[in-house]
């Protein structure tokens, strides 16, 4: 029997930029033209000002550690405990879920603001995930 | 809304808490209903109005054999009870209809006809959360903690001290699930669930219900108990997902269910003799605390540490041990509420004495939804 799957995400008409963006190897964020507001998740119009007039924009891909949970149980399928479920504060200012990787999933080695980068990981041939893995120097 | 124009004048749980393995979630729905109805010295064709969460209106209204002339449905998780109080306050004040009865049940521990919770792949949370590990609230509600307590320098001490006071009030408590005394210790020794937080800061599973029934103050006072008058309400919402909170320091929901209900009962904080703050895991009486403004956020920490909270202490909170200690069905707003107007009553197993005004805060999802009503038991 094949292993329990991570749950896998499905894109919307408003969200497949986003997961083209992360085959492509950028992490993509939207930006309001009226008020130049940028958010996540996407949809198309700003939630601050309401305006339709928006731009897709490849990231920067950097950010700092918010917080996190170190999860042991229950674990979800694909999973091996601990494992450190995230929150990443990007630099452009919206905030994501994520996953640290290249770091041990200890208290000890997750300091709160600590720098991070995007590293994207292939999950089957149509969706790659965006994690996070300490910043180099 | 008009303070005091509405009461409680039926309130009651299902006969058993606990693991009720001969029970449908239906059942316990109905269970707490016939005994909230019996509490109130009412008929069932007495009720006209009906209000319930998870389950729908039309479910629990042909269950039972009501026809209601207003249903609410309301269902954004675990306060949802306090918003169907707050609505059919209004409801009741609009003339749209007399008596309003509120039912929850969950078969929470032994899952007997209860629908299973999933998250569509191609909802936001089913793509932008669910692939990275989450897993039920335990791997989701603490997330934002460690940012609160780096923020506000909250020590892990203290919020095992939260579980640890609320032993003491359930130690009081026949009915709740977990009675034997803990120490700080114990808590921080307890098994690991998701960092930082262990078992016994994690909320119990558990099967029950509660229902309650209301009706304008004016006909109050015929009824078999004393009125529980609702004096405050307050309700909002914030994001399905706890990712997108706008910052962990604290609860935009929170903050504007709490003091909406604050100034519309027209109290200050120090008016206050009772809180009960839903506890889903140990951090959320702290949110409350602070968001409701009963002390700046960097203060909770060792107001709770210090004994401020616990039996005998000056600000008595989640008085039936809350969901760490006393139940915790799935949706527990509904057993604050219930406490609320147990301690308005003067009947509580641990009564604050000569307590006159309780303010009864709760949270649904993950931070994402939240209903703050304020009893009191003077006309």
């Given at each position: 029997m094949a292993e329990p799957a991570r749950a896998r995400p499905k894109p919307t008409p408003e969200t497949q930029h986003f997961w083209d963006g992360t085959q492509a190897g950028e992490l993509r964020l939207q930006r309001c033209d009226a008020c130049a507001n940028v958010y996540f998740?996407?949809?198309?119009?700003?939630?601050?000002?309401?305006?339709?007039?928006v731009s897709v924009f490849k990231a920067s891909g950097k950010g700092k550690l918010y917080s996190y949970v170190i999860n042991h149980r229950p674990a979800a399928p694909g999973f091996t405990p601990p494992y450190a479920i995230a929150v990443v504060e990007l630099d452009e200012g919206p905030r994501m879920m994520s996953n640290i990787i290249d770091c041990p999933q200890t208290p000890e080695a997750l300091e709160l603001d600590m720098k991070l980068e995007v590293a994207f990981e292939k999950l089957d041939d149509k969706i790659t995930l965006p994690m996070f893995r300490p910043a180099k120097g | 809304m008009r303070k005091k124009q509405v009461a409680i004048v039926g309130a009651a749980e299902t006969t058993e808490l606990g693991v009720i393995p001969n029970m449908s979630q239906i059942q316990l729905h109905a269970d707490a209903a016939l005994n909230a109805i019996a509490d109130a010295g009412l008929k069932l064709s007495d009720i006209d109005g009906i209000a319930t969460a998870v389950e729908t209106p039309q479910q629990i209204a042909h269950y039972l054999g009501i026809t209601p002339t207003w249903v609410d449905g309301t269902s954004v998780g675990g306060c949802s009870f306090m918003l169907h109080v707050r609505h059919a306050a209004a409801a009741i004040e609009a003339g749209l209809c007399k008596t309003v009865l509120i039912t929850h049940a969950e078969s929470?521990?032994?899952?007997?006809g209860k629908l299973p919770r999933s998250i569509p792949a191609d909802s936001l949370q089913g793509q932008f959360e669910a692939p990275f590990g989450v897993y039920g609230p335990p791997s989701m509600f603490p997330i934002p903690v460690l940012r609160f307590m780096k923020t506000y320098g909250i020590t892990h001490e203290q919020l095992a001290m939260v579980a640890v006071v609320q032993r003491e009030w359930a130690a009081k408590n026949p009915r709740a699930m977990m009675k034997e005394p803990i120490t700080v210790a114990d808590v921080l020794n307890s098994?690991?669930?998701a960092y930082p937080f262990r078992l016994l800061q994690c909320c119990l599973v558990t099967d029950g219900g509660g229902a309650l029934i209301l009706t304008s103050a004016d006909r109050a006072k015929d009824f078999p108990n004393k009125p529980v008058y609702i004096l405050g309400t307050g309700e909002s919402v914030e994001t399905?997902?706890?990712?997108?909170?706008?910052?962990?320091?604290?609860?935009r929901a929170f903050k504007v269910a709490g003091p909406t209900a604050f100034k519309e009962a027209g109290?200050?904080?120090?008016?206050?003799?009772h809180v009960m703050i839903y506890d889903a895991f140990a951090h959320l009486p702290l949110y409350g605390l602070g968001d409701l403004g009963f002390m700046p956020h960097e203060e909770t920490g060792k107001f709770i540490a210090d004994g401020h909270?616990?039996?005998?202490?000056k600000l008595p909170l989640n008085t039936n041990g809350g969901g760490l200690s006393y139940m915790h069905s799935g949706m527990y707003g509904m057993y604050a509420l219930q406490e609320s107007v147990r301690q308005m009553r003067g009947i509580a197993p641990a009564q604050v004495p000569n307590a006159k005004i309780s303010v009864c805060h709760g949270v649904g999802g993950m931070f994402a939804a939240s209903g703050t009503i304020i009893f009191t038991n003077e006309r």
């Open positions: 998740p996407p949809r198309p119009f700003c939630p601050s000002c309401a305006s339709r007039k | 929470g521990k032994s899952m007997i098994r690991m669930i399905p997902m706890v990712s997108q909170m706008e910052t962990f320091n604290s609860s109290i200050a904080h120090k008016d206050v003799d909270t616990r039996p005998g202490g």
